[in-house]
T-cell receptor
Framework: DGGITQSPKYLFRKEGQNVTLSCEQNLNHDAMYWYRQDPGQGLRLIYYSQIVNDFQKGDIAEGYSVSREKKESFPLTVTSAQKNPTAFYLC??????????????FGPGTRLTVL | GQQVMQIPQYQHVQEGEDFTTYCNSSTTLSNIQWYKQRPGGHPVFLIQLVKSGEVKKQKRLTFQFGEAKKNSSLHITATQTTDVGTYFCAGRDTGGFKTIFGAGTRLFVKA
């Protein structure tokens, strides 16, 4: 059963703590992405990775970090430097970053609340 | 940098009425994608348009890509309650890699 999974679905953390959000895909996709969505807002790109062992900052990378050590996995760490971390985090993947067709498949998301 | 503007932000319709959302880019796009996000869910890919002036249909949904490849629209004919959700356009800049999402149009359908 192919797809992209994120865990956990809901996450609560105290202010000042780092937290890591999991994203795994078994679609054999090269490219992976992290987005942040705030209530009533669109999707803002945090980080993206076109290939394993490589990643680039998106539009709102400050206070976040990622790694891409395996093709299937692209974890996101929300650090204590992120000023307003409470949001809905979505991970996505696509066959490749380039090319004419690059539809993105999204995971179910993780709703992070910082208390 | 590249910006993708989407209007309207919200639209309330009576079931059976038509609905249209518009997407405009500040730069020429290599392609435009449309996604639907149901309340509480995650975005799901609907379609991708690549060619200038392209029109594609999916049942009651009609997607258009402008001649200049800087704007696009999604039109739903005779809305149903199942159409409820937020519709996002997402455009990729020519020569670029990043896909930029519009803010979305949230559709409410009253039965």
């Amino acid at each position: 059963d192919g797809g992209i999974t994120q865990s956990p679905k809901y996450l609560f953390r105290k202010e000042g703590q780092n937290v890591t959000l999991s994203c795994e895909q078994n679609l054999n996709h090269d490219a992976m992405y992290w987005y942040r969505q705030d209530p009533g807002q669109g999707l803002r790109l945090i980080y993206y990775s076109q290939i394993v062992n490589d990643f680039q900052k998106g539009d709102i990378a400050e206070g976040y970090s990622v790694s891409r050590e395996k093709k299937e996995s692209f974890p996101l760490t929300v650090t204590s430097a992120q000023k307003n971390p409470t949001a809905f985090y979505l991970c996505a993947s696509s066959i490749s970053g380039g090319g004419a067709y690059n539809e993105q498949f999204f995971g179910p998301g993780t709703r992070l609340t910082v208390l | 940098g590249q910006q993708v503007m989407q209007i309207p932000q919200y639209q309330h319709v009576q079931e059976g009425e038509d609905f249209t959302t518009y997407c405009n880019s500040s730069t020429t796009l290599s392609n435009i994608q449309w996604y639907k996000q149901r309340p509480g869910g995650h975005p799901v890919f609907l379609i991708q348009l690549v060619k200038s002036g392209e029109v594609k249909k999916q049942k009651r949904l009609t997607f258009q890509f402008g001649e200049a490849k800087k704007n696009s629209s999604l039109h739903i004919t005779a809305t149903q309650t199942t159409d409820v959700g937020t519709y996002f356009c997402a455009g990729r800049d020519t020569g670029g890699f990043k896909t930029i999402f519009g803010a979305g149009t949230r559709l409410f359908v009253k039965a």
